[in-house]
């Protein structure tokens, strides 16, 4: 698929003229990324915006003690940083290439540009970030709840919402990239012990499979935590 209409099929995008494709275009840029390279730290001057074309990146960042820290995952076709647009001066996050990427690269002046012009643009992004808000809200409220049992599983649920694909041959969900257990402490709010026992436990109980860093939900997890 051409870079023009891999950019014209996104859900982002699709409320534009091809005019207004164009000129994303026209004006932005494909990187590729190796696994573990940073793409902005928080903090940076915001200078772009970006759409996964392949791969996984992460999202990340602590508080200034180092008590709280804030991790999440995104795959291909997702459009970001989105919270805080168009107003905001710095990345709010770092993002780093959870896997080998590619990546286009577009200049922010271009989207204020047309959040300014086209009012459907606007209007979407005004419900993609309440959408964001909503997910959000959903891990806090799975985080203060006192089973560790129900918080890892509300973390896994969420990341295979996120990021999980259906395999075709199997039907199971699969996470296409790696996590590690303590990725999966540090959004449950457990330590990487509890999280570790957890997740055994959930092996144990046929709920998913976790081998390599790789995350496979079984069809019994979908049973316990719902539809996927």
């Given at each position: 698929m051409s870079e023009d209409r891999f950019?014209?099929?996104?859900?982002?995008?699709?409320?534009?003229?091809?005019?207004?494709?164009?000129?994303?275009?026209?004006?932005?840029?494909?990187?590729k990324y190796t696994k573990n390279q940073v793409l902005f730290y928080g903090g940076d001057e915001m200078t772009h915006l970006y759409i996964l074309s392949s791969g996984y990146v992460r999202l990340e960042k602590n508080d200034k003690e180092d008590k709280f820290r804030y991790l999440d995952f995104l795959n291909r076709e997702k459009l970001f940083p989105v919270m805080g647009m168009p107003d905001a001066d710095v990345y709010a996050y770092s993002a780093i290439a959870q896997t080998d990427i590619e990546i286009r690269i577009i200049p922010i002046a271009v989207i204020r540009q047309l959040l300014d012009t086209n009012t459907d643009f606007l209007r979407y992004w005004i419900g993609y970030q309440s959408d964001i808000i909503r997910k959000y809200m959903t891990r806090i409220q799975g985080m203060s709840v006192n089973s560790a049992?129900?918080?890892?599983?509300?973390?896994?649920?969420v990341l295979a919402f996120s990021i999980g694909e259906r395999n075709v041959v199997t039907q199971h969900i699969e996470l296409g990239?790696?996590?590690?257990?303590?990725?999966?402490?540090?959004?449950?709010?457990?330590?990487?012990?509890?999280?570790?026992?957890?997740?055994?436990?959930?092996?144990?109980m046929g709920c998913i499979d976790y081998q390599h860093k790789q995350f496979v939900y079984l069809d019994r997890f979908l049973k316990k935590g719902g539809e996927l």
């Open positions: 950019l014209g099929n996104l859900s982002s995008f699709s409320m534009l003229s091809l005019a207004e494709i164009d000129e994303i275009y026209a004006k932005s840029k494909t990187r049992l129900d918080r890892v599983t509300g973390v896994l649920k990239c790696p996590i590690a257990i303590k990725d999966i402490a540090v959004m449950s709010g457990t330590t990487r012990e509890t999280a570790g026992i957890m997740i055994k436990r959930l092996v144990n």
